[in-house]
């Protein structure tokens, strides 16, 4: 191929003013992207030759290696880097669910006087985690991807078990620690007690509330919370902000959006462990499995306690 680039003496542009000596030899680029006379000055090893104006007649661009996104990265990192939708439309959708969720939640009550703690279970249910999935989907799809990208892929059941139950174990003692330092600080400030806001929620419900209450918990959240925030946001945030910063950002967006103010430190923490766990895994089943477990021993706690 070298028989391609001949030798390149001294470039001047029309203005007199002359470019450095290029080298002896290069090599062509890929097949069709540039010219036989751009070949014709000789490039670097590895480099491609561009024309540009005055004063500088030649510039290089880096090797082939540097030019491909992939080149140098691990096959995992690769596969984030692959995930094409974005934080705004990601970002956008949660705001229209959140949205959409509280309005049809609190409408019924200032109209009718109707129970929201009753019409926000249904409204959980009923259309929070459809249009999360749907979402997560509809996001996917347009971009030519899809499930697998999403994070609902598997990696071996044994290993979806035993990452789940680890991860759960580790958000679950988070959880329960950062809240009773709160308490305790809380109790030592103020001489009150500090009560988790969803003892009231779980007190105040029946019958076949109670069972569509502990399901929405045990059940929809651990899968509907998990296809969104870390199959759907977490991609993007990590690609823009680096590994860390999305963690911490997806985190605290997770435990903002619980909207339950004594509890922010321990729903951050258990959002920080949960998506760790989906970063080093690849798949959203160990997080979904963590998420159940912190979900099911904290409602039973509650239970027991109230």
Request: proline share 7%.
């Amino acid at each position: 191929m070298d028989d391609l680039v001949t030798e390149g003496p001294k470039q001047s542009s029309s203005s007199g003013v002359h470019a450095p000596a290029l080298p002896d030899k290069g090599v062509p680029p890929y097949p069709g992207s540039i010219s036989s006379q751009q070949m014709s000055v000789g490039c670097p090893p590895g480099y491609y030759c561009y024309h540009h104006p005055y004063p500088y007649p030649y510039s290089y661009v880096p090797p082939r290696s540097f030019m491909d996104r992939y080149a140098s990265m691990s096959p995992r990192e690769a596969w984030w880097r692959s995930i094409k939708w974005g934080v705004g439309e990601s970002i956008l959708a949660l705001v229209l669910i959140f949205v959409l969720y509280y309005t049809v939640s609190l409408i019924p009550m200032l109209v009718a006087g109707l129970n929201y703690r009753n019409i926000s279970v249904f409204a959980y249910v009923l259309l929070m985690c459809p249009l999360l999935a749907a979402s997560a989907y509809f996001i996917a799809h347009r971009k030519g991807q899809g499930l697998k990208e999403l994070g609902l892929r598997s990696i071996s059941l044994k290993r979806e078990i035993g990452w789940g139950t680890l991860g759960g174990l580790l958000a679950l003692i988070g959880n329960v620690g950062l809240f009773y330092i709160l308490w305790l600080i809380y109790y030592l400030a103020t001489g009150e007690r500090l009560i988790n806001p969803q003892m009231n929620v779980l007190k105040s419900q029946s019958g076949m509330m109670l069972v569509l209450y502990i399901l929405s918990i045990v059940v929809f959240a651990p899968i509907f919370e998990e296809l969104f925030f870390r199959g759907v946001l977490y991609p993007p945030l990590r690609n823009k902000l680096g590994r860390t910063q999305g963690m911490v950002l997806l985190a605290f967006i997770f435990a903002f959006l619980h909207f339950q103010l004594s509890g922010l430190l321990s729903l951050f923490m258990v959002g920080l462990i949960i998506t760790f766990l989906y970063d080093e895994t690849g798949s959203l089943y160990p997080s979904i499995i963590a998420h159940a477990i912190n979900n099911t021993v904290v409602l039973i706690t509650m239970l027991l306690l109230g």
